[in-house]
């Protein structure tokens, strides 16, 4: 048994989440907000009991000592040392990681280099891991990649038709995100439906506050609709996927606004929020189209078409589907954005949805028994994955 931390450095936060290893045991879980401001947020979660204290952490040092400290505290460790292993989820590992490896100076070193293709995150996980190994030293630290569960896709998948020095010396190329949900998806969409089957063939939909599609066969990413960074692919809460890249030219000539202000934009105030005018939640896009809102109701449909269209490409991609699942804040939650997207492929794949299924909680089967697809609902956990790869690590395996 040994206790391993799931940790998800952010610029300005650290999410955490404690285990028991191998029994995936949650032991407790929390969150450090408003690094760097006077008033920073440290919340943790533990038997039942909420805490959540405003205090200054200026820096995500002072924040994992929060973390830490906290652990003592309320009794959940008896010293630092019980800690055995920190891993790190790493949103970009480009071509050099094709999986989790220890976090070590060649891994430091790799994912600075790769900072350009992930400034927002990348410099945080960076500070985060020095954080916790200045607090740890003796835990085992390791890298868990966004990326490295794509890196399975073949050149036809993943090379832009762009001049070919670029892919090669900027290594601009797709990469996709979201790959430790997918992977984790696979595995218990494999363990809980597809026991029987080989090769089975899964079109994943991770749709939430970010959204990607993957489509996997035999437990390995054949596509994945994110691309050289999380912009690409579905139109999301605030970022806008796949366009026409002249859309980029032409906005620029017309507001004469620099392609940074735009590249933020297109970020940050597109998709859900930027055509609904009104709001980047789901939540929010649902009832306004329940009471008419026109701009609402667009927004959905043009996220249920982008969806479908692309689980179309990927049933064609894998030659047929053996399931295709839903999950993350939209998928899990919202029968009404699953319906919309079904409701666009059924005819042509032969989809029966099961109504009252679709509007229940949890994970389920919310296909019809006579669907020509299984379609189901699991709730994600890329930590879990993560605290997985940890006690592998522990164990020499990893
Ligand atoms: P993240 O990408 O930050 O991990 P999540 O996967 O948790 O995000 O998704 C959060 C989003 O899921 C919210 O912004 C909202 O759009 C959507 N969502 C969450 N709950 C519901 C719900 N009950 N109905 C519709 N949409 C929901």
Redesign the pocket.
Known sequence: MAKCIAVNCGSSSIKYKLYEMPEEKVICSGQVERIGHEDGIFSIKFNGQARKEILPIMDHAVGVELILKALVEMNIIASFDEIKAVGHRVVQGGKYFSKSVIFDDYCEEKVAELIPLDPLHAPAHLTGFHAFKKALPNAVAIAVFDTAFHQTMEAEDYVFPIPYEYTEKYACRRYGAHGTSHNYLAIKAKEDYLKDVDDERIISC?????SSLAAIRGGKCVATTMGLTPLGGVMM?TRTGDMDPSVMDYLSTCTGKDVHVLYDEFNKKSG?LGVSGKS????D??SGAAEGDERCILAANLFARRVADFIGSYFVRLGGADLILFS???G???G??RKLIIDRISDALGIVLDEEANNSRGEKVISAPNSKIKVVVIP?DEEVMIARDCYKALEGTL
């Not at 991770?206 to 970010?210: D, K, M, Q």
């Not at 980047?280 to 939540?283: A, C, E, I, M």
Request: net charge negative; proline share 0%; glycine share 18%.
């Open positions: 991770h749709i939430g506050s970010g809460g859900f980047n939640d789901t939540r896009i649902e993350a804040g939209i899990e939650n919202s009404w954005f994600t």
